[in-house]
Nanobody, 126 residues
């Protein structure tokens, strides 16, 4: 499985960006996909995930109400719409996936996900 992330860039505070993550090598008919991020000098942290069924999504408290995760099953692609961006959102964003249905208590654990894409840098600055 290969995950190709794109969409990062430089944006002013309050602006928006949409990240994309295209999966190839297998078709996800079930499982979980999403995003983690790593800011300079900090540890990688959970951002958001979506069940491939599309029924449920989960977000870190720091992004709730501002970020929206969605998926296009026909394109095998997951999106992260990021609105009202803040300087503290500056980070490298990593796409991830697993064919398993991750239980809720393990959603934010990096070890729950077997497949990781290369990061895409998001910089929020004026």
């Amino acid at each position: 499985v290969q995950l190709q992330a794109s969409g990062g860039g430089l944006v002013q505070p309050g602006g928006s960006l949409r990240l994309s993550c295209a999966a190839s090598g297998r078709t996800f008919s079930s499982g979980t996909m999403g995003w983690f991020r790593q800011a300079p000098g900090k540890e990688r942290e959970f951002v958001a995930v979506i069940r491939w069924s599309g029924v449920s999504t989960h977000y870190a408290d720091s992004v709730k109400g501002r970020f929206t995760i969605s998926r296009d099953s026909a394109k095998n692609t997951v999106y992260l719409q990021m609105n009202s961006l803040k300087p503290e959102d500056t980070a490298v964003y990593y796409c991830l996936a697993t064919p398993k249905r991750v239980i809720l208590t393990a959603i934010s654990a990096q070890s729950s996900y077997e497949y990781w894409g290369q990061g895409t840098l998001v910089t929020v600055s004026s």
